[in-house]
C-alpha cells in the first residue's frame, strides 16, 4: 500500500526503510508522505525475520534495581536503539542455575545474541553457549570463539584507592570486601593487599569484614569493625554501595567523615557525587561499560572481532577522604 501511493516498488520502500536505499529526495519524500498518510508502522519481528534475524539482543544482568548494573544496562539499550535492536533483559540473581534458566528461555526467544553481565556462569558453560550463539561477558578473562569478553582491572583499581588513602597518611586502613565468591571481590581484596605490602604496612586480618556489595551490609560491616577494634583511621569499602552503608553507621556513632575517618569506595554511582560528604571513589564507568558491551555484539553480529576495550581505572578524589590526623 505505501509502494503504490508513493507510486514506488515495495522493495524500494524496503530500502529506504532499512537505509540502504540510493534515491532522489523527490522518491524518499513520497515514501515518508505515504507512511504518514497510512499510519504505517514497521514491523521489526517480520523484517528481522525476513533477514534471518529478530533484532533483538538478551541481556543477563544479576539485579535489575541494581543501581550499578542500571547503568549498564541504560549504555546497552542506548547503544542497540540506535541501530534497530531491542534489548531483553533478565535477572539471574547471582546464581548459576537461574542465569543458566535464562540463557534458555532467552534462546526459547530466538534472540540474536546474549550479553552476560559478570555472573556465576562457568567458562565452560559460556563457551558452551557460545558454540550457537555469539555472547558477550563483562568481568571475565576469557577467549573463545564467536564469545567477547570484557575485563575491568579490579586489582589495580582497589590498589589505587589503598595507595590513594597511604598517601594522605594512613597507616591503619580498614577494608570492606564483597561477596567472597564474587571475581571482583577477590580481585579487589588482592589489590588492598598489595597496596599495603608496597607501601611497607602489614597485613591485619582483623581490618578485613566482609560484607555483600549492597548498602545494609557496609552498615552491618562498619558496626563489627568498630566494636570489635583495633583502631584505624580509614576505610576502603569494596563499593560505593557498601562504603554509603559504612558512612551511615559512622554518623550514628557520631563520627565525622572525614576528620574522624576517611572513607573511599570503588564503582563512581551517580548518586556517589551526592553523598554528605560527596564520596571519593575509584571510577567504574558502568554506562560506558554496557556501550562497549552492546558495541562488541553488534561486531560480533557482523562476523568481526572486536577489539574495544573498558577503561582504566581512576581515582575520584572527593570529600570523604582527607589526610590521617596524624598527619594533618
Known amino acids: 500500500m505505501v509502494a503504490q501511493v508513493a507510486g514506488v516498488s515495495a522493495s524500494t520502500v524496503s530500502r529506504i526503510l532499512n537505509g540502504t536505499a540510493t534515491v ?43 543501581p550499578f548494573y542500571g547503568g549498564a544496562l541504560r549504555g546497552i539499550e542506548d547503544t542497540l536503539d540506535r541501530v534497530g535492536y531491542s534489548a531483553l533483559f533478565v535477572s539471574g540473581q547471582w546464581n548459576a542455575r537461574e542465569e543458566a534458566r535464562c540463557i534458555d528461555v532467552l534462546r526459547a526467544r530466538r534472540v540474536d545474541g546474549i550479553i552476560v553481565l559478570t555472573g556465576r556462569l562457568t567458562d565452560t558453560a559460556l563457551r558452551q553457549v557460545a558454540r550457537a550463539i555469539p555472547v558477550v561477558v563483562t568481568g571475565r578473562k576469557l577467549k573463545a570463539p564467536n564469545l567477547v569478553a570484557l575485563d575491568f582491572d579490579n586489582f589495580e583499581g582497589a590498589r589505587l584507592a589503598t595507595l590513594h588513602l597511604v598517601g594522605l597518611g594512613h597507616r591503619r586502613i580498614a577494608f570492606i570486601t564483597g561477596d567472597a565468591n564474587h571475581p571482583d571481590a577477590i580481585e579487589r581484596l588482592r589489590g588492598y593487599r598489595s597496596a ?51 558512612c551511615l553507621t559512622l554518623h550514628r556513632r557520631a563520627l565525622r567523615v572525614p576528620a574522624d575517618l576517611s572513607v573511599i569506595g570503588f564503582d563512581d554511582l551517580a548518586m556517589s557525587r551526592y553523598c554528605v ?52
Do not use: C, W
Not at 575509584?282 to 568481526?304: F, N
Open 24 to 66: 532522489s529526495d523527490a522518491k524518499k519524500r513520497a515514501v515518508d508522505e505515504a507512511i504518514e498518510r497510512l499510519g504505517f508502522v514497521p514491523n521489526p519481528v517480520a523484517r528481522g525475520l525476513a533477514g534471518g534475524r529478530t533484532l533483538s539482543i538478551g541481556v543477563v544482568t544479576q539485579a535489575l534495581d541494581s
Open 196 to 246: 599495603l605490602e608496597a607501601s611497607g604496612i602489614g597485613f591485619d586480618e582483623r581490618l578485613v569484614e566482609p560484607g555483600l556489595f549492597h548498602e545494609e551490609s557496609g552498615v552491618v560491616a562498619m558496626e563489627r569493625l568498630l566494636d570489635r577494634g583495633p583502631t584505624f583511621t580509614a576505610v576502603f569499602a569494596a563499593n560505593d554501595q557498601m562504603a554509603i552503608g559504612a
Open 277 to 328: 560528604p560527596p564520596l571519593s571513589t575509584v571510577q567504574h564507568p558502568t554506562y560506558e561499560l554496557g556501550q562497549i558491551a552492546a558495541q562488541s555484539m553488534l561486531g560480533l553480529l557482523r562476523s568481526e572481532k572486536p577489539e574495544l576495550s573498558v577503561a582504566a581505572p581512576r581515582v575520584m578524589a572527593r570529600e570523604s577522604t582527607a589526610a590521617a590526623p596524624s598527619a594533618a
